[in-house]
């Protein structure tokens, strides 16, 4: 009887354990098959039918639709380009060299992956920008407006910067992609 009692307490910590870490995989991993480039992270095969399970259900509790391969790649920013991690209550540059694709979009949203508020600038296209040079551009990120390209942060704590690409020449398959392809996210001030 106490083998078994011992037994069943074994299995049931087992059960424990395993589904802690796996919501822990799920709410704050990033999956196994993700490449950093610089301060982006992105999971290149989340769009295709040789996405792993965790990337997988990560996305399913999300909600989110990943882009197909032929459709174009998505990154995710959690950190600046020094690895600082974002906070609202500081001020940032997203600038460089403009992405090779057709259109892409910058997107502020919250910790959690979700959108912020109901407020218009979260969010930028390539064709929104105002551009002072034909071949680079910059996005300011501060809880007030500032003139030209401007994205509102949240009232505080941090924030998640997702850029995505459409119909790119870039490949992520390819491994060629380097840190200089991407723009870089700077930190400008703190209050």
């Given at each position: ?11 049931l ?22 490449l ?10 989340s ?10 259900a ?54 959690d ?5 109901n ?7 390539s ?8 071949s680079?551009f ?5 809880s007030?407006a ?24 870039l ?6 992609l ?8 700077e ?5």
């Amino acid at each position: 009887m106490r083998q078994l009692a011992f037994l069943f307490a074994l299995c049931l910590g087992s059960m424990c354990l395993g589904l802690g870490i796996t919501y822990l995989a799920l709410t704050r991993g990033q999956g196994f098959d993700v490449l950093h480039i610089g301060p982006w992270v992105s999971a290149p095969k989340s769009g295709t039918l040789d996405i792993e399970p965790y990337t997988k259900a990560m996305m399913a509790r999300s909600g989110q639709i990943p882009l197909g391969i032929a459709e174009g790649m998505s990154f995710s920013a959690s950190r600046d380009s020094q690895g600082r991690p974002l906070n609202a209550s500081c001020v940032y540059h997203i600038s460089g060299a403009e992405p090779s694709a057709r259109v892409w979009t910058v997107t502020l949203l919250g910790r959690d992956g979700q959108a912020l508020g109901n407020s218009d600038h979260h969010s930028l296209t390539s064709q929104d920008l105002v551009r002072m040079s034909p071949s680079s551009f910059d996005i300011t990120l501060a809880s007030y407006a500032r003139p030209l390209n401007w994205l509102a942060l949240p009232k505080g704590g941090s924030f998640l910067i997702m850029l995505r690409l459409y119909d790119s020449s870039l490949s992520l398959s390819s491994g060629a992609l380097r840190a200089s392809d991407l723009p870089r996210i700077e930190r400008e001030s703190c209050s």
